[in-house]
T-cell receptor
């Protein structure tokens, strides 16, 4: 399994501002994934962060709103831009298990954002 | 309806068995998963089952899969207060890293 650290663990933000969430993994991984968990909802994949190329976004998510960086194989950032109260969620970073495994994901502890 | 559905709450007494149920609509996934989320913590993979299996047992956990009915269940034997958490059912979403989750079942264990 991988150890995944996220910062900040929580924050309260003002409407219209942007916040960058950092994710650090203790081993090199090819892909990192960003999920969102809205209150009372299931987790939804935002995008896949690939090292050396642009992130791949899922339907309903766009780069202008959620820019992602992946400068190396152990680190990624997700920015939530121009925030509104609807962006209040837990944002989770994840990586896949060992190669050849059953596709399970390991998650960080999440970053809980509250937008006022 | 939702792709992966679960009941939202379950309450049991300590020492009893807990059964958390999940239904899904897309049966193409190779694996189905159960995750646990304790308060203030990230998701932890509890167990998974290969789609051509009917049952998988792992200590106090038993996973049952009924492919015909698209029904997955997680049974926790001798439930303890430490098992209080939200349990998420998930299936593979067809692309790498994409899991389709249910909304989670909050398990409360009463002493």
């Amino acid at each position: 399994s991988a150890v995944i650290s996220q910062k900040p663990s929580r924050d309260i933000c003002q409407r219209g501002t942007s916040l960058t969430i950092q994710c650090q993994v203790d081993s090199q991984v090819t892909m990192m994934f960003w999920y969102r968990q809205q209150p009372g909802q299931s987790l939804t994949l935002i995008a896949t962060a690939n090292q050396g190329s642009e992130a791949t976004y899922e339907s309903g998510f766009v780069i202008d709103k959620f820019p992602i960086s992946r400068p190396n194989l152990t680190f990624s950032t997700l920015t939530v831009s121009n925030m509104s109260p609807e962006d209040s969620s837990i944002y989770l970073c994840s990586v896949e298990g060992l190669a050849g495994g059953p596709g399970e994901l390991f998650f960080g502890e999440g970053s809980r954002l509250t937008v006022l | 309806g939702e792709d992966v559905e679960q009941s939202l709450f379950l309450s049991v007494r300590e020492g009893d068995s807990s059964v958390i149920n999940c239904t899904y609509t897309d049966s193409s996934s190779t694996y189905l998963y159960w995750y646990k989320q304790e308060p203030g913590a990230g998701l932890q993979l509890l167990t998974y089952i290969f789609s051509n299996m009917d049952m998988k047992q792992d200590q106090r956990l038993t996973v049952l899969l009924n492919k015909k009915d698209k029904h997955l269940s997680l049974r926790i034997a001798d439930t303890q207060t430490g098992d209080s958490a939200i349990y998420f059912c998930a299936r593979g979403g067809g692309s790498q890293g994409n899991l389709i989750f249910g909304k989670g079942t909050k398990l409360s264990v009463k002493p």
